[in-house]
């Protein structure tokens, strides 16, 4: 099998530095290998039996020492992309760049990359290029294999399971970080990988222009950027074991008492929105797309309605699962449309072509223009897969991830995302193309307040996508519940010290309604699966309590945890990063701690 892997060295997160002009300082920075593309490297290598794997990465001639590096794992060949015309590419001109680049090369089996990029953490370039390279894809996989002698078989990670899938090359998939772990390289294949030597192309090489690549090619523009300082928390500290065990049962029965209900408004008349005139049917709309009616989703809408009076509010449900659509009306949408489909299709690039489909479609009510002015998409496991496609096929630029958003009075949607594990915020727009698009964080918003008062039909939809992936089966996660949704975490990092020490903290979890979470380093040491790690490279959480057992607090899982409510952190070392960022604090032993908290919180 011949494979291709784009990889993306990625300047060391704790080295970051922000000028005067608020622009990242790049020179002098240490390059390091993205984690995922290790991931991607290694699954390439086992998968090529007797083809070749070939690394291709975009950047500068710096980069191209890195590459040097990766050729003694057994990597056959590699290919820099480098111009100085290509400085400034945002997502959609990078993957632009490597679609030709690939074309160039030519005939690729499978095309592999990390599921994200550390530095801008979009995960935006894979779907990009398969988009442009008209193949299908997967993203966020754990596990890469063969399934007979033409099919790939690959296990997707969601927030609420995880799904196999089958599809058949050319194709392209992304993959988790740590899936598989690179393995090492000998002396005599170092020594081997200093005689190979990089192809370098460059724009020329590629038949492309000026106009084509970097920032004139490039839909998006950064306006501002922001160097973050972690928001001191410095709450009290117990040195007590029993003492604080108590405080912090009361803290989690406190959590179960307060259990969410949503907020309605009381009923009142709203004539004017429940029948829409010609008029203000042929405004610009903002569109919401929707995967369920969760909370999530419903804020999204609520949020987007709220950006602009001016435009019409739209959603579109993927799919037609019998949940009640009506719900987006009183969310605040003026328009929803359903896909008639009676689960949401596993191949996400099927899905943007059917969006894209109809937004083209809705142009014909502007006479040729536009109607679509932004699209909002939940940044979702599926979410992030989606909107990168679909704003592929719809040529624009889109920021992924967004923490803020606001409209300004021409249109002009600015978005605000982290970067760098949240230490620096950029503030981007989309001024040339429409649509705009942005990704949101799931749980930015405050929970939408339904009114009862407005109504509406859903219509629905042909779906016109084409699914070139199946699903072959889905493992639930079983739990108190799913990270991102959860009211508690209860999260476990390198402290713990064991496997069986995270399989007792998991009863604790279940015993107590909390979801149980790890940081990187537990899940490095194998304590933890993958899909429990919370941070910079893992999932984002915003509980109302999150409680963290023998974590140091390093800033890639500080990025994953620092919109909690309450933070209560449980260390022996008083000088633990983690106690700044705390509400309130144990210096004691977890285990103590959390024996001691178990009887209290089942006398309470």
């Given at each position: 099998?011949?494979?291709?892997?784009?990889?993306?060295?990625?300047?060391?997160?704790?080295?970051?530095?922000?000028?005067?002009?608020?622009?990242?300082?790049?020179?002098?920075?240490?390059?390091?290998?993205?984690?995922?593309?290790?991931?991607?490297?290694?699954?390439?290598?086992?998968?090529?039996?007797?083809?070749?794997?070939?690394?291709?990465?975009?950047?500068?001639?710096?980069?191209?020492?890195?590459?040097?590096?990766?050729?003694?794992?057994?990597?056959?060949?590699?290919?820099?992309?480098?111009?100085?015309?290509?400085?400034?590419?945002?997502?959609?001109?990078?993957?632009?760049?490597?679609?030709?680049?690939?074309?160039?090369?030519?005939?690729?089996?499978?095309?592999?990359?990390?599921?994200?990029?550390?530095?801008?953490?979009?995960?935006?370039?894979?779907?990009?290029?398969?988009?442009?390279?008209?193949?299908?894809?997967?993203?966020?996989?754990?596990?890469?294999?063969?399934?007979?002698?033409?099919?790939?078989k690959c296990d997707r990670l969601l927030e609420t399971g995880?799904?196999?899938?089958?599809?058949?090359?050319?194709?392209?998939v992304s993959l988790c970080e740590y899936s598989y772990p690179?393995?090492?390289?000998?002396?005599?294949?170092?020594?081997?990988?200093?005689?190979?030597?990089?192809?370098?192309?460059?724009?020329?090489?590629?038949?492309?222009?000026?106009?084509?690549?970097?920032?004139?090619?490039?839909?998006?523009?950064?306006?501002?950027?922001?160097?973050?300082?972690?928001?001191?928390?410095?709450?009290?500290?117990?040195?007590?074991?029993?003492?604080?065990?108590?405080?912090?049962?009361?803290?989690?029965?406190?959590?179960?008492?307060?259990?969410?209900?949503?907020?309605?408004?009381?009923?009142?008349?709203?004539?004017?929105?429940?029948?829409?005139?010609?008029?203000?049917?042929?405004?610009?709309?903002?569109?919401?797309?929707?995967?369920?009616?969760?909370?999530?989703?419903?804020?999204?809408?609520?949020?987007?309605?709220?950006?602009?009076?001016?435009?019409?509010?739209?959603?579109?449900?993927?799919?037609?699962?019998?949940?009640?659509?009506?719900?987006?009306?009183?969310?605040?949408?003026?328009?929803?449309?359903?896909?008639?489909?009676?689960?949401?299709?596993?191949?996400?690039?099927?899905?943007?072509?059917?969006?894209?489909?109809?937004?083209?479609?809705?142009?014909?009510?502007?006479?040729?223009?536009?109607?679509?002015?932004?699209?909002?998409?939940?940044?979702?496991?599926?979410?992030?897969?989606?909107?990168?496609?679909?704003?592929?096929?719809?040529?624009?630029?889109?920021?992924?991830?967004?923490?803020?958003?606001?409209?300004?009075?021409?249109?002009?949607?600015?978005?605000?995302?982290?970067?760098?594990?949240?230490?620096?915020?950029?503030?981007?727009?989309?001024?040339?193309?429409?649509?705009?698009?942005?990704?949101?964080?799931?749980?930015?918003?405050?929970?939408?307040?339904?009114?009862?008062?407005?109504?509406?039909?859903?219509?629905?939809?042909?779906?016109?996508?084409?699914?070139?992936?199946?699903?072959?089966?889905?493992?639930?996660?079983?739990?108190?519940?799913?990270?991102?949704?959860?009211?508690?975490?209860?999260?476990?990092?390198?402290?713990i010290g064991s496997r069986e020490a995270f399989t007792w903290?998991?009863?604790?979890?279940?015993?107590?309604?909390?979801?149980?979470?790890?940081?990187?380093?537990?899940?490095?040491?194998?304590?933890?699966?993958?899909?429990?790690?919370?941070?910079?490279?893992?999932?984002?959480?915003?509980?109302?309590?999150?409680?963290?057992?023998?974590?140091?607090?390093?800033?890639?899982?500080?990025?994953?945890?620092?919109?909690?409510?309450?933070?209560?952190?449980?260390?022996?070392?008083?000088?633990?990063?983690?106690?700044?960022?705390?509400?309130?604090?144990?210096?004691?032993?977890?285990?103590?701690?959390?024996?001691?908290?178990?009887?209290?919180?089942?006398?309470?």
């Amino acid at each position: 099998m011949k494979i291709a892997v784009c990889v993306k060295p990625v300047p060391d997160a704790a080295e970051i530095r922000v000028n005067d002009q608020n622009m990242l300082v790049r020179d002098g920075l240490p390059l390091i290998m993205n984690p995922s593309d290790e991931s991607a490297i290694e699954a390439a290598l086992r998968l090529k039996g007797d083809g070749e794997v070939c690394l291709v990465t975009m950047g500068n001639l710096t980069a191209g020492n890195v590459l040097k590096g990766l050729l003694a794992h057994g990597v056959g060949r590699a290919v820099l992309v480098s111009d100085p015309a290509m400085a400034g590419s945002d997502t959609f001109a990078t993957a632009k760049t490597l679609y030709k680049a690939l074309i160039y090369l030519g005939g690729f089996d499978l095309i592999l990359c990390g599921r994200r990029a550390i530095d801008s953490e979009t995960g935006q370039v894979p779907p990009e290029l398969a988009v442009f390279l008209g193949i299908p894809f997967v993203t966020n996989v754990t596990c890469l294999e063969l399934n007979g002698k033409r099919c790939l078989k690959c296990d997707r990670l969601l927030e609420t399971g995880e799904e196999t899938l089958i599809l058949t090359p050319p194709a392209l998939v992304s993959l988790c970080e740590y899936s598989y772990p690179l393995r090492p390289a000998s002396l005599f294949s170092m020594k081997n990988a200093q005689a190979k030597k990089i192809m370098i192309l460059d724009m020329k090489a590629l038949g492309q222009s000026a106009e084509e690549c970097g920032l004139a090619g490039s839909p998006t523009r950064v306006r501002q950027m922001n160097l973050n300082e972690a928001q001191l928390r410095s709450g009290d500290c117990e040195a007590d074991a029993r003492a604080g065990a108590r405080k912090l049962a009361e803290m989690v029965m406190a959590v179960a008492a307060s259990e969410y209900s949503p907020k309605k408004l009381p009923p009142r008349k709203n004539t004017a929105d429940s029948v829409l005139s010609q008029e203000r049917i042929r405004r610009k709309k903002i569109l919401i797309i929707a995967e369920d009616t969760s909370q999530d989703t419903l804020s999204l809408c609520a949020a987007g309605s709220a950006l602009s009076y001016d435009m019409e509010s739209c959603v579109i449900l993927l799919a037609n699962t019998g949940t009640d659509a009506e719900l987006f009306f009183m969310a605040g949408a003026d328009k929803v449309w359903v896909f008639d489909v009676p689960e949401l299709p596993p191949d996400d690039s099927a899905i943007a072509r059917a969006i894209a489909d109809f937004v083209r479609k809705l142009s014909t009510e502007m006479y040729g223009q536009s109607s679509v002015e932004a699209i909002l998409v939940s940044a979702t496991t599926r979410g992030r897969a989606i909107a990168p496609a679909l704003a592929a096929e719809m040529g624009t630029g889109l920021t992924a991830d967004c923490c803020s958003l606001s409209m300004a009075d021409n249109g002009l949607l600015v978005q605000t995302r982290p970067a760098y594990a949240s230490r620096l915020s950029a503030e981007i727009v989309c001024e040339r193309d429409r649509p705009q698009m942005a990704s949101v964080r799931p749980g930015i918003f405050q929970a939408a307040l339904l009114d009862e008062s407005r109504h509406g039909k859903p219509e629905y939809l042909p779906f016109t996508g084409i699914c070139r992936i199946k699903r072959d089966s889905f493992r639930l996660f079983t739990g108190a519940g799913h990270l991102r949704n959860a009211d508690i975490v209860l999260a476990a990092g390198k402290g713990i010290g064991s496997r069986e020490a995270f399989t007792w903290l998991g009863e604790i979890a279940s015993e107590t309604g909390s979801a149980l979470a790890a940081s990187r380093s537990a899940v490095d040491m194998g304590y933890a699966p993958y899909s429990c790690q919370v941070g910079q490279t893992g999932v984002v959480v915003r509980p109302k309590l999150y409680i963290a057992c023998g974590i140091s607090g390093s800033v890639q899982h500080l990025a994953g945890m620092s919109g909690a409510e309450k933070v209560v952190a449980i260390n022996t070392d008083p000088r633990a990063p983690i106690f700044d960022y705390a509400d309130f604090g144990i210096i004691a032993d977890w285990q103590d701690v959390m024996e001691i908290f178990l009887n209290e919180y089942q006398s309470l």
